[in-house]
C-alpha cells in the first residue's frame, strides 16, 4: 500500500502545475458534455426499454410502479455513467496518457530511461481491447445489480479492473522493456489493482467522479515510473544520445 499511497501524493502534487491541470479537464469536459447529450436524447428511451424487461415488470405486476421506475431510471443513468466514464477512459489513455507521460518523464522522472516502444498503435489496441472486456464483463455482471450492495461494489470492481488494465500498461510501454514490464506486472497486481479501485471510488463522487479517467492516468504514470525506478535500483542507464 506504501506505493499506493505514494502514487496517490504525488498525483496531488502534480495538480499544483498548470499543465496538468489542462489534461485532466480535457477528458472531464468530454464525459459531462457527452452525459449530457446521452442524458437528454437517450433516457427516456433507455428507460422505456427496462421497464418492458424483468424484474421491472415483475415489480410493475405487483404494484409497485413507483420502484420500478426509480430502478429503471437508476439503471439508466449508471449506464449512461459507464458509457462516459468508459469513452474519457479512451481518451485519456490514447490521447492524454502520452503527453502527461511525456511532460513528468522530462521533468521528475528524468532518470528513468526510456528502453520500451513508443507505439501508439499498441497502446491504443491494448485501451480499445480493455474497453472491450469492460463492457462484456457489464453486461454479464448485470444479474448481480439485482442484489443489496452489488449494484454499488460490481460497478467499482469493474471499473477497478479497467483502470488497471487500460493505464498500467500505457504508462510503462515506452520505458520498460517487455522483462521489466513482466517482472513490474507479476509484482504489482496487487497494489496496480488497488490503485484502480482507489480511483473508482473517487469516480463515484460528484463532480470528482469526471475528473477520473485522467486523474487515473497520472496516478499509474507516477506508480509506475517509480516503481521502474526502484525496479532498476536507481542506476541511471542512459548515455547521453544513445538508447540502451
Same mark, same amino acid.
Given at each position: 500500500m506504501a506505493e499506493v499511497m505514494l502514487a496517490l501524493m504525488r498525483t496531488l502534487a502534480s495538480l499544483r502545475q498548470g499543465k496538468?491541470?489542462?489534461? =485532466? !479537464?480535457? &477528458?472531464?469536459?468530454?464525459? !459531462?458534455v457527452l452525459s449530457i447529450g446521452l442524458a437528454v436524447w437517450g433516457l427516456g428511451a433507455l428507460v422505456e426499454q427496462m421497464m418492458a424487461y &424483468? &424484474?421491472? *415488470?415483475? #415489480?410493475v405486476g405487483w404494484g409497485l410502479l413507483w420502484l420500478a421506475h426509480i430502478l429503471a431510471y437508476l439503471g439508466g443513468w449508471m449506464a449512461i455513467f459507464a458509457v462516459a466514464y468508459l469513452t474519457a477512459s479512451l481518451l485519456a489513455a490514447i490521447l492524454i496518457l502520452p503527453l502527461m507521460l511525456k +511532460?513528468?518523464?522530462? %521533468?521528475e522522472?528524468?532518470?528513468v530511461a526510456p528502453m520500451g516502444r513508443d507505439s501508439f498503435v499498441a497502446a491504443a489496441v491494448n485501451s480499445v481491447w480493455a474497453s472491450i472486456l469492460f463492457v462484456g /464483463?457489464?453486461? #454479464?455482471t448485470l444479474p448481480l445489480w439485482l442484489v443489496p450492495g452489488f449494484s454499488l461494489i460490481v460497478p467499482m470492481l469493474l471499473m477497478a479492473w !479497467?483502470?488497471?488494465r487500460t493505464f498500467?500498461?500505457?504508462?510503462?510501454?515506452? +520505458?520498460? %522493456?517487455d522483462a521489466e514490464w513482466h517482472v513490474l506486472r507479476a509484482q504489482g497486481k496487487g497494489p496496480m489493482f488497488m490503485l484502480g479501485l482507489s480511483m473508482a471510488l473517487l469516480a463515484h463522487l460528484p463532480v470528482v467522479g469526471l475528473l477520473v479517467p485522467a486523474l487515473a492516468a497520472l496516478s499509474f504514470i507516477h506508480y509506475g515510473l517509480?516503481? !521502474?525506478?526502484? *525496479?532498476?535500483? /536507481?542506476?541511471? =542507464?542512459?548515455? =547521453? /544520445?544513445?538508447r540502451i
Open positions: 496538468i491541470w489542462a489534461y =485532466v !479537464l480535457l &477528458p472531464a469536459l468530454f464525459s !459531462l &424483468p &424484474p421491472m *415488470t415483475f #415489480l +511532460h513528468l518523464a522530462q %521533468t522522472y528524468q532518470d /464483463g457489464w453486461l #454479464l !479497467l483502470n488497471r498500467a500498461y500505457d504508462a510503462l510501454s515506452m +520505458h520498460a %522493456t517509480e516503481s !521502474l525506478r526502484r *525496479t532498476r535500483a /536507481g542506476a541511471l =542507464v542512459t548515455i =547521453v /544520445g544513445e
